[in-house]
């Protein structure tokens, strides 16, 4: 009896010992498995396009700043629009309004014409005219006082009251491309009519200049 006991019991130690072995094999081999898991962390940057408004001038002649009172402009703040006021506006009255822009994205930008929209109730804006001038593109490094366009520019100089300009220095038609942090830069003449009514003389008008972001293709 002590004999088959004896046995017994060694065998029940003996099953033991190769169920605790098989246990680790599998134990050490999923530890090997999940061991071997690499986590990645990271962030992924969307290419996009951004034209921004990164200086401006709001110019005109002494005999206008008589009489009217023309806002420096105001840039929004996602840097898409200019805004300006002006007030007493009536027959020759103008403005020269430089803007200089700069993609900010990362992919080619196509420069284009701005959008302009006013906020006229007496409806002073049917008498408007304008000219635009583009420049560029020009390099991210070139800085403001290096440009012949924008500079040292004067109002009778360089930009005439008669919508013209006298720079060497050619425009360039829009659409144009301008490449990750180049730089371009456009002067819009505002003019109001001789036509003008005489019942939308002597208001004040809000003009709104908004660029255009498009992908350049």
């Known amino acids: 009896m002590s004999r088959r006991y004896g046995r017994m019991t060694a065998n029940r130690v003996t099953w033991l010992l190769i169920a605790f072995v098989i246990t680790m094999s599998i134990t050490g081999l999923a530890y090997a498995h999940w ?14 396009i951004r034209i921004t408004i990164t200086s401006r001038k709001v110019l005109t002649s002494k005999e206008v ?7 420096e402009g105001t840039i929004s703040e996602d840097q898409h629009t200019l805004t300006i006021t002006a007030d007493n506006l009536k027959p ?10 700069q993609n900010q994205g990362s992919l080619p930008a196509s420069v284009k014409p701005p959008e302009i929209t006013y ?3 007496d409806s002073l804006n049917e008498y408007f005219e304008y000219n635009m001038y583009f420049y560029g593109p020009y390099p991210e490094a070139m800085g403001y006082g290096e440009m012949e366009v924008w500079g040292k520019v004067k109002v009778g100089e360089d930009l005439m009251s008669d919508g013209t300009v006298t720079f060497d220095t050619p425009s360039n038609p829009p659409p144009f491309v301008a490449d990750p942090g180049e730089k371009a830069v456009l002067w819009i003449w505002l003019h109001v009519r001789e036509d003008a009514s005489p019942s939308a003389q002597g208001k004040l008008i809000t003009i709104h200049i908004t660029i255009v972001d498009d992908l350049a293709v």
């Open 92 to 101: 020759c009255w103008f403005v020269w309004v430089g803007i200089v822009t």
């Open 119 to 121: 906020d006229d109730p």
């Open 65 to 71: 700043e008589r009489y009217s009172t023309i806002s």
């Open 35 to 48: 061991g071997d898991t690499v986590k990645i962390e990271g962030t992924a940057e969307m290419a996009h």
